[in-house]
């Protein structure tokens, strides 16, 4: 009993001291572990290897450099048909949409009216006829009988004025005649020009009142065709100085619609406004174009395209090695240490999928063609060297 008594806060003791120690090499164990991971975090992370890319010489060309404006198609003659007499439309006598020559028949208008006050002034005439030739005879008796003194002087002059006054009712009367003849030819409408003619806008029956200035239908020229557009002032100058004329005229331009990548008819310059426009600094062009095929309509946009300069050497790249930042373009230049440079440019026109470079590069400079996404400013890159001349990317 006294040993037990005595051993008992021993092992008490002893297994206070193991959990103790076992504490202290716990708190041991995971400082060095935390001392591994450190050390293995400063490790330093490999960097990527450098992206892939195509790069080439800006192709060279020799092309004629032009300048696009938008413009309107319109008709050379644009005619409103309107009536000239007053009546009800008997006939129309043409197809919607159809091509019409100068002369056709278009409309028929209620004649009887006309020709009744035709016959009425075909009877008034016949009067004044008849007074006219009564005042002559009778004058030139009058002529015989002042010889002979057996009329005074006053009687003959009455009768040498009732001549000229029937001579007026008959020229009045004529005049009247001519006024009903016309007004019975007005009853048949024709066309104006040739051309293509719209819709009827009345048909048979309907009352046309010249009061009203009713448009009975439209009649438009196809054939040649007009185009006009807004050049500034500074391009205008320019043309004069490369084509050596100030008014322009019959200078070529060609033209393409809204459907066209390329031009595809061809033409002329034939007017160019005396009057810029102050607003807008503008002065308006006029091209006319032959169009046997009347594929170009009044109303249509169309690109007006104007040569810019002769024939010249140009750099061109793909349309797809050129970026856009904000309002400006740019292109990604490899330098002699593969390192990237970028680089601001100036767009020319396109030209069989490739785009004039005016300004930014020279012919020495390698540039990126494939691979823009994966390029940062001033990045390493490990470039492949390509010939667009015959790389079926420009193609």
């Known amino acids: 009993m006294l040993i037990a008594r005595f051993m008992t806060p021993l092992i008490r ?5 193991s959990i103790e120690m076992l504490s202290f090499f716990s708190l041991i164990l995971s400082l060095m572990l935390t001392a591994c991971n450190n050390a293995s975090d400063s490790t330093p992370p490999q960097a990527p290897p450098p992206p892939n890319v195509k790069v080439a010489h800006a192709m060279s060309k020799e092309i004629t450099q032009w300048d696009d404006y938008t413009g309107r198609i319109e008709a050379v003659n644009d005619v409103q048909v309107r009536a000239r007499v007053s009546g009800y439309i008997e006939k129309v006598s043409f197809t919607a949409g159809a091509s019409v020559k100068k002369g056709d ?4 208008i209620d004649s009887k009216p006309y020709k009744s006050q035709l016959n009425y002034a075909n009877a008034e ?3 004044a006829k008849v007074r006219y030739e009564l005042a002559k005879n009778e004058l030139a008796r009058a002529e015989k009988l002042v010889a002979e003194k057996a009329i005074s002087i006053e009687e003959f002059d009455m009768r040498s004025h009732a001549v000229r006054e029937a001579s007026a009712a008959l020229q009045s009367a004529q005049a009247n005649v001519y006024a009903a003849q016309l007004n019975v030819s007005y009853c048949e409408i024709r ?3 040739s051309g293509r003619i719209s819709r009827e806008l009345l048909t048979e029956g309907n009352l046309v009142n010249t009061s009203d200035n009713t448009v009975l ?3 438009v020229s ?3 065709i007009y185009v006009y557009v807004d050049v500034d002032e500074r391009s205008l100058l320019h043309y004069r100085a490369q084509h050596k004329q100030a008014t322009l005229n019959g200078t070529p331009v060609s033209l393409s619609l809204s459907d066209e990548k390329s031009p595809s008819f061809q033409g002329q310059i034939d007017y160019v406004s005396p009057k810029e426009e102050t607003k807008t600094g503008t002065i308006t062009l ?3 174009f032959d169009n046997p095929d009347e594929l170009l309509i009044p109303g249509f946009f169309a690109r007006l395209r104007i040569q810019k300069n002769a024939p010249s050497p140009v750099l061109l790249l793909p349309d797809k090695a050129i970026g856009k930042d904000q309002t400006q373009h740019f292109v990604w230049v490899v330098k002699d240490d593969n390192q990237v440079e970028y680089r601001k440019v100036t ?3 396109s030209d069989n999928n490739l785009r004039v470079i005016s300004e930014g590069i020279s012919p020495q400079d390698w540039v990126v063609i494939e691979g823009l996404q994966k390029i940062r400013p001033n990045t390493q890159v490990n470039p492949e060297h390509i010939d667009l001349a015959i790389s079926p990317a420009t193609h």
Not at 13 to 17: D, I, P, S
Not at 105 to 108: A, C, Q
């Open 105 to 108: 028949l278009l409309f028929v």
């Open 125 to 127: 005439q016949e009067k």
């Open 217 to 219: 239908t439209t009649i």
């Open 222 to 224: 196809l054939d040649p």
């Open 13 to 17: 003791q002893k297994k206070r001291y």
């Open 347 to 349: 767009l020319g026109i």
């Open 286 to 288: 006029r091209g006319v």
């Open 191 to 193: 066309a104006p020009i």
